[in-house]
């Protein structure tokens, strides 16, 4: 098995008009097509959770129980669904002039979290598409087992009936009470307001065009003009209209841009970041895009040579590990998966799903505890997802352990969705594992969670 990136990707099986597609319009396709994916990057999620913590904090939500979900998709679009889940299109991160425009938006996601605006829409939701959604969402780590980001898709199949476009339609009022909310967070934080306006704008509310093409966007979450002059006139009176954000998240922010267009198109981006360009971003573009066309003799010095300018960054080491990982060099990634995980800490999660896989590569049964250490901390964190099931079940099989294989199996098919695999999974872990185990109540829990009757202890 090999990862097929740092930038990992699962196809996620769903409506693409489920969700409140709040900041721009669903794609063209958007009828034809019926597959997302989803992107996971340490260091993206810890970049955009550093910048979006004070408007969390400002909005009185735990910053740590927010998710924040990448999607790939060329749309300029963000939406929250299920709960605090922000969901960010690659558009949109590609399309943002700066930090201040993607806080504007994240502000803006917050405000209808903060207003229970999803209320009415979860609980028309289906449980059992819920719970998948989240345990596809939660930090998806190791993406799928293969090189090929449609093989053996983790994800979940949800009725038509999902679709209907006022699922999760925001009011022009609901639209309306999300800015004001979100500006008022921007201003407890200390951040200009600037941004939400000059994006707003961008989205080019007077362009008929536009408007003419998107009247279904205009229909479920509607751009006025009137939202934009109450931005405008917020700006005029905030004491912090001409703040500036520290050149540190800027630079932040070019690099996972950078990272983004090296991953979505190699070519394009040796083509952007020419190779007489020595800011770390254009060398993380470059190294990107070298790391995603298998050319290990290019994109390697390019990372060394960051890590040489960034000792202490642990997402260079991580970018490392992936590069010798992706290229068939399981043994060679273990070294800065290790200095990685030692250096990021508690953000580590991700980056111990993918020491796990590296240890596990090399089918030696030695490393199985290794592993299984890892991918044990990792699940109590927000790197739960299918692939880390699948390789603890792995891990489990190396030990010869057939009850906490099932187990695992159990958790895996959970977190991709498919509750029958679940529920007889979870029914076999229960009758091998020791009764009272942890293995074995949480095999309880499962089958229960997928219709399965209460059984007497053994």
């Keep these: 098995m090999r990862k097929p990136s740092r930038l990992v990707s699962v196809v996620a099986i769903m409506s693409v008009c489920l969700m409140s597609l709040v900041w721009g319009a669903p794609p063209a396709s958007a009828q034809r097509r019926s597959e997302m994916q989803i992107l996971s990057d340490a260091e993206t999620d810890h970049i955009i959770r550093k910048m979006a913590r004070p408007i969390f904090q400002a909005a009185g939500i735990d910053p740590e129980s927010v998710q924040i979900l990448l999607i790939n998709d060329p ?84 009725g038509q009936h999902l679709a209907e476009r006022n699922y999760l339609s925001f009011s022009r009022t609901q639209e309306a009470s999300a800015d004001q909310a979100g500006l008022s967070f921007l201003e407890q934080s ?14 080019g509310v007077n362009d008929p065009l536009m408007n003419d093409r998107d009247a279904g966007y205009r229909l479920t979450h509607p751009l006025t003009r009137e939202r934009i002059d109450a931005v405008k006139a917020f700006v005029a009176r905030s004491r912090y209209s001409n703040a500036q954000l520290p050149s540190a998240t800027e630079a932040d922010l070019r690099r996972v841009q950078a990272k983004l267009y090296g991953y979505l198109d190699p070519r394009g981006a040796l083509q952007r970041y020419k190779a007489n360009d020595p800011s770390p971003a254009a060398r993380y573009g470059r190294a990107y895009a070298y790391f995603r066309q298998g050319d290990v003799k290019q994109a390697a010095p390019l990372v060394d040579g960051l890590i040489a300018d960034e000792p202490k960054n642990p997402y260079l080491y991580e970018m490392k590990g992936d590069l010798m990982l992706q ?22 999660g991700t980056i111990r799903v993918s020491l796990a896989h590296s240890l596990l590569e090399q089918h030696d049964p030695r490393l199985a505890d290794e592993a299984l250490k890892n991918l044990q901390i990792a699940s109590k ?20 352990n057939d009850g906490m294989v099932a187990y695992a199996t159990a958790e895996e098919a959970l977190a991709r969705g498919d509750m029958p695999m679940a529920k007889a999974q979870a029914e076999r872990a229960e009758k091998m594992l020791p009764a009272g185990s942890p293995g074995w109540l949480r095999a309880q829990d499962i089958r229960g969670q997928t219709g399965g009757a209460d059984k007497e202890s053994r």
């Design 75 to 158: 749309s300029v679009n963000a939406f929250v669904a299920g709960g605090q889940n922000i969901f960010i299109h690659t558009g949109l991160l590609l399309d943002v002039d700066n930090a201040d425009q993607l806080l504007g938006v994240i502000a803006h996601e917050t405000g209808h979290i903060a207003g229970g605006h999803l209320v009415r829409g979860a609980e028309a939701m289906d449980n059992a598409f819920l719970a998948s959604l989240l345990g596809m969402g939660l930090g998806i780590a190791g993406g799928l087992a293969s090189r090929n980001a449609g093989a053996g898709a983790a994800g979940v199949m949800l």
């Design 190 to 203: 200390g951040i200009s307001a600037k941004g939400m306006e000059t994006f707003l704008e961008k989205l």
């Design 327 to 348: 290229t068939g060099r399981a043994p060679d990634a273990v070294a800065p998966y290790r200095k990685a995980i030692e250096m990021a800490g508690a953000d580590a």
């Design 381 to 400: 964190g927000k790197a739960q997802s299918a692939f880390l099931w699948r390789l603890t079940a792995q891990a489990w099989s190396m030990k010869k």
